[in-house]
T-cell receptor, first 111, second 117 residues
């Protein structure tokens, strides 16, 4: 079946530091890949997506590249801000509509 | 425009009671999903509705759980005879429902936090 594995948190960083959250997946077909973010007290929001190999999704300074050869979709941001403190979820959708989520990574950015 | 709306935002009830959770999707979205977010299980798919087609109920954890979608819009998730393990955040999402569904981002509501005493 489908599964998503992402690095365990929590992750604590200082402002302007570089952030990487690793995500790898297992799927039977050619999935679409997503990063969702959940800010404190808020619902899940789509951060970025990629629908085929070598696609790069980007939004709000975050980037992730769909790597089929390594079955990965790592999230990166070059310079984080306090407002980036949130829980980040990697997810995939394969063949159909069901999203399979990773466990989530809590990121805290300190001023 | 308005996003996915869920109510109530919080619900506390006693074990054994029935609860109803409501979801109002984004206007024009024909696909509607329910997920559950709990500490032990993470985010789990529960049920999917698409237009007038029969729903995919494959994620419902027991027959105490049911859902309906009236008029292709608002959906209600019902949990009968609630148990403590039902405590979780119940999330509703919607998407356009056209084309390749796996490519479409799902837009989530803020969820209903359900606590069973």
């Amino acid at each position: 079946g489908n599964s998503v594995t992402q690095m365990e948190g929590p992750v604590t960083l200082s402002e302007e530091a570089f952030l990487t959250i690793n995500c790898t997946y297992t799927a039977t077909g050619y999935p679409s890949l997503f990063w969702y973010v959940q800010y404190p007290g808020e619902g899940l929001q789509l951060l970025l997506k990629a629908t085929k190999a070598d696609d790069k999704g980007s939004n709000k300074g975050f980037e992730a590249t769909y790597r089929k050869e390594t079955t990965s979709f790592h999230l990166e941001k070059g310079s984080v801000q306090v407002s980036d403190s949130a829980v980040y979820f990697c997810a995939l959708s394969d063949h159909d509509y069901k999203l399979s989520f990773g466990a989530g990574t809590t990121v805290t950015v300190r001023a | 425009g308005a996003g996915v709306s869920q109510s109530p935002s919080n619900k506390v009830t006693e074990k054994g009671k029935d609860v109803e959770l409501r979801c109002d999707p984004i206007s024009g979205h024909t696909a509607l999903y329910w997920y559950r977010q709990s500490l032990g299980q993470g985010l789990e798919f529960l049920i999917y509705f698409q237009g007038n087609s029969a729903p995919d109920k494959s994620g419902l954890p027991s027959d105490r759980f049911s859902a309906e979608r009236t008029g292709g819009s608002v959906s209600t998730l019902t949990i009968q005879r609630t148990q403590q393990e039902d405590s979780a955040v119940y999330l509703c999402a919607s998407s356009l429902g056209q084309g390749r569904l796996s490519n479409q981002p799902q837009h989530f509501g803020d969820g209903t936090r359900l606590s069973i005493l």
